[in-house]
Every structure is written in C-alpha cells, then in structure tokens.
C-alpha cells in the first residue's frame, strides 16, 4: 500500500514556500493564492483567520505596520503532508526604537493538501517574551512580572 502522499513533491512544496517567506516583499502579497488553498486557515498569536484573502490582510498589515521585516527558516522537518519551521523574524519598530533590529524567534505549523497548498498555517511564539518586552513602557511591565514571577 502506498502513502497517501508524494513525499519528494511534499518537500517541493515546502521548499517552495520557504522560498517564498523569505523572499516576501509587499509586491508579492498578491501572490500568496500561488502557496495558500483558498478556505486556508491561518493562526497566530494576534490572528486567527480563514481563507486567502484574510492572509493576505495579515501580511500586507505586517508591510505597513514594521520596518523591513524578513523571515529567515532556520529549520524544517517534513512528514506526510505536514511541515513545521522554526524561524527568526526580523524587523524594526515603525514608532519605537526607530531603525534597531528586532528579532522574534518562533515556529509554524504547516499542512499541505494534496496541490501541495498550505491549507493550515499556524503560528507558535511567546509574543510576551518576544515582542511586548520589547516595546517602551510595556515591556518594563512585562520584564517586571517576568522577574517577579521567576523570583
């Protein structure tokens, strides 16, 4: 009995779309059709959406939120139809700390169907640790509970 995938198409469709995240540019939100099914879900800390239209409303509020944000995988395991990434994001604040680096490190979820289309994107990261810590007057708060609770 066969699988009921393509395992080398499976990791096509993977590099494929780690080709594209780390690429990604405002110019290429329209694009996203090309690597998300139309009913996809997608999930984050901040969003929980369904369909292609909605994901692309994240992304493009990413490009007009932050400074130059990037994602570069730095890891990936493939089985079945399903992937998960572990990733650094970089960017830099639009309003705070104008011009310094950020980074937020963090791991998708992927399932792929049988177009090789993610038809589930779901998003893990601590955005108390990895982003509100780093806002002004916030991230004070938030590294003073940190501290309290670690006390």
Not at 79 to 104: E, I, P, R, Y
Request: proline share 5%.
């Amino acid at each position: 009995m066969q699988p009921p995938y393509n395992a080398p198409a499976t990791e096509e469709a993977v590099t494929r779309v780690i080709a594209f995240f780390e690429s990604l540019s405002p110019a290429d939100i329209g694009t996203i059709g090309r690597f998300y099914a139309p009913q996809a879900r997608f999930k984050d800390p901040f969003n929980e959406v369904v369909g292609v239209t909605a994901i692309q409303g994240i992304f493009a509020h990413m490009f007009e939120a932050l400074e130059q944000p990037r994602f570069v995988v730095t890891g990936r395991v493939v089985q079945g139809q399903q992937c998960f990434l572990t990733w650094d994001f970089l960017f830099a604040f639009k309003d705070f700390h104008m011009g310094v680096t950020q980074t937020v490190r963090g791991a998708s979820h992927l399932v792929l169907d049988e177009q090789g289309l993610v038809s589930l994107h779901r998003d893990y990261w601590d955005a108390a640790e990895e982003l509100y810590e780093k806002l002004p007057v916030v991230g004070a708060l938030m590294r003073w509970l940190k501290k309290r609770a670690n006390s």
